[in-house]
């Protein structure tokens, strides 16, 4: 069975400042992996995902991705982060099948402080 | 339309109470899945729609949750006899496809008191 790991429930920063949201995943199978946003009182947005190719995978609002196969990793980056960059950020793994539900991650909370 | 709605934003129901919750997905797409979040939580899959086809229910928690998607595109997820743990936020989504990440409703928040 498919899970995936967030291993940092809150991850506070100062803004511009570098984060790295973590995320580990289970899955016998291949995965198509992805990064969710989700603001307060909101519906979840895609931030970048990765169904093949490139194991560096760039979404939107200068976040990217690595996929790394040996270690069922999937961290999510950003090099300066913003204030308005505060929200929840789910992980979430669907298997490489047509049809099948996203497994999501507990989530990370990113708060942005000045 | 131009997203997935989601109706009502809000939904208080009295313990035992029936309450039906409606997604309106993005038109033409073919797949609708239902997830339900609580509190504190990441979504976890109910219910996925390929058109009008249920082709798995496996996440729905009891026989109390009964989804429908009689004409391939709006789809309702009903509960009956409400009881306060399923207060939680109900999410639609949507895809032409299926495995390439899918477009999220704004949520339904469902509080049983």
């Known amino acids: 069975a498919q899970s995936v790991t967030q291993l940092d429930s809150q991850v506070p920063v100062f803004e511009e400042a570098p984060v790295e949201l973590r995320c580990n995943y289970s899955?016998?199978?291949?995965?198509?992996l992805f990064w969710y946003v989700q603001y307060p009182n909101q519906g979840l947005q895609l931030l970048l995902k990765?169904?093949?190719?490139?194991?560096l995978v760039k979404g939107i609002n200068g976040f990217e991705a690595e996929f790394n196969k040996s270690q069922t990793s999937f961290h999510l980056r950003k090099p300066s982060v913003h204030i308005s960059d505060t929200a929840e950020y789910f992980c979430a793994v669907s298997e490489n099948q047509a049809g099948t539900a996203l497994i999501f991650g507990k989530g990370t909370t990113l708060s942005v402080s000045s | 339309g131009a997203g997935v709605s989601q109706s009502p934003r809000y939904k208080v129901a009295k313990r035992g109470q029936d309450v039906a919750l409606r997604c309106d997905p993005i038109?033409?797409?073919?797949?609708l899945f239902w997830y339900q979040q609580a509190l504190g939580q990441g979504p976890e899959f109910l219910t996925y729609f390929q058109n009008e086809a249920q082709l798995d229910k496996s996440g729905l928690p009891s026989d109390r949750f009964f989804a429908e998607r009689p004409e391939g595109s709006v789809s309702t997820l009903k509960i009956q006899r409400t009881q306060q743990e399923d207060s939680a936020v109900y999410l639609c989504?949507?895809?032409?496809?299926?495995?390439?990440?899918?477009?999220f409703g704004s949520g339904t928040r469902l509080t049983v008191v």
């Open positions: 038109s033409g797409h073919v797949s």
């Open positions: 990765y169904l093949s190719g490139s194991t």
């Open positions: 899955s016998s199978v291949s995965v198509y």
């Open positions: 989504a949507s895809s032409q496809t299926t495995g390439g990440g899918y477009t």
